[in-house]
């Protein structure tokens, strides 16, 4: 998908034509001008000097709201707005009325580039500026009444869009942030519990090793003794470090599910999500393989299907093998994803067979489905989609 999501930059040349053209499709609107400009009567020189104009407005007007939110310094952008006002006002009193609606734009691109605090006001000046350059052009006051309400509306709401683009990367940045500082605090955890696993263990074989060296000469059996202890905490040392990092590499369920959301939204696909599941008496094992499945899943959903809606369910049900915790993820895309199992879902099912799990993936008539089903519990709904 080529889509620009609100609050990010073009990041290709395709991106950028996406938004190019978003912005030129209300530039429909000036077909008042070019029609003046085509049948107005106007003198070969003044027909000239008005293409001329009106190219400059546009390529200003581009240049603009294009780079809006490049963090230009707000003089410069003022001055950009006041060289649009201007134009908008000479070719207004010197072609006619039907130039009065580059004011439009001109507030437009002052909502949309500047800050409220400067907006507030340069939008009802502009527009008090339209008003008097229509007072000023022969039956400029018909065309006033359908001018003014578009150039305070349409510039007050660029001024809302802008904020909104100003939180949501103002967002995106913290979630980068707290994700960042929860990585570092899980290498801090997993430093700490090496630390306490390895530093008594490796003190013991210390010592051990010095009082084996004492006694070989004169006491090969308390020697050997000892070689044994060392040899036995070394193996219990490499048990505990051996869990300590499967347990940090483990995914939980509850914090997939919270990711999820995110990730979606994030690649412009609307997401429904349980929410706080209660995971109550379920194995480890078990939660660990759905936490794998879910985020093979919406890996799937996010770089392969080409989805605009994505469904997570997270059911028990009570079967003839006993209580099985249900996880389903069902997208609108094109179902890429099954088109022969690949290595993701391969790796998937041995992980959820290892578990006592089954798993089903299958094209549907809107998509795809992944069904997961792992050993659980008591038999109770555990999430609810929101």
């Keep these: 998908m080529s889509t620009v999501g609100i609050g990010q930059r073009p990041q290709n040349r395709r ?58 310094l707000n003089q410069a952008v003022l001055g950009s707005v006041a060289a649009l006002a201007a ?16 004011f439009v734009y001109v507030a437009i691109a002052s909502g949309a580039a500047l800050p409220f605090r400067m907006a507030r006001w340069t ?3 502009v527009s008090a500026l339209l008003t008097c350059v229509a007072f000023a052009v022969p039956g400029g006051t018909a065309f006033l009444a359908g001018l003014l309400f578009p150039a305070l509306l349409g510039g007050f709401s660029m001024t809302g869009v802008r904020e909104l683009i100003r939180t949501t990367i103002e967002l995106r940045e913290a979630r980068a942030k707290v994700a960042h500082l929860a990585a570092n605090e899980e290498r801090l955890r997993l430093a700490r519990d090496l630390h306490d696993l390895l530093g008594h263990s490796l003190s013991l074989i210390t010592l051990k090793s010095e009082l084996a060296g004492r006694m070989l000469p ?35 369920l ?12 994030s690649a412009g696909v609307t997401a429904q999500v349980p929410t706080d599941p209660d995971l109550t008496g379920v194995p480890e094992e078990s939660e660990s ?3 794998w499945a879910l985020r093979e899943a ?27 915790l249900e996880l389903s993820v069902e997208d609108n895309g094109s179902g890429g994803s099954g088109e022969g199992p690949g290595n993701g879902l391969t790796g998937l099912t041995e992980r959820l067979e ?32 929101s």
């Design 15 to 72: 991106q950028q034509v996406v938004k190019f053209l978003w912005i030129g499709i209300w530039l429909a609107y000036l077909s008042a001008p070019v029609g003046d400009l085509l049948h107005g009567g106007h003198s070969d020189g003044v027909t000239v000097l008005g293409w001329i104009g009106l190219v400059a407005f546009v390529a200003w007007y581009f240049a603009l709201v294009f780079r809006t939110g490049r963090g230009e």
């Design 87 to 102: 134009q908008s006002t000479v070719l207004s009193l010197t072609l006619g009325r039907e130039w009065l609606v580059l």
């Design 289 to 291: 393989a759905l936490a």
């Design 298 to 324: 919406v890996t799937n959903v996010v770089r392969h299907s080409g989805a605009r809606r994505c469904t997570v369910e997270l059911l028990r049900r009570q079967t003839l093998d006993g209580a099985m």
């Design 123 to 125: 939008v009802p000046a």
């Design 354 to 385: 290892k578990a006592g799990g089954t798993l089903e993936a299958t094209g549907t008539r809107h998509g795809f489905r992944l069904v997961a089903r792992v050993p659980a519990g008591s038999a109770a709904d555990v999430g609810s989609a």
């Design 218 to 252: 004169d006491h090969p059996e308390k020697a050997a003794q000892q070689v044994a202890d060392i040899e036995q905490v070394s193996r219990q040392a490499l048990v505990d470090v051996r869990e300590a990092v499967t347990g940090y590499r483990r995914p939980r």
């Design 254 to 265: 509850a914090a997939e599910l919270a990711g999820v959301e995110a990730a979606l939204t």
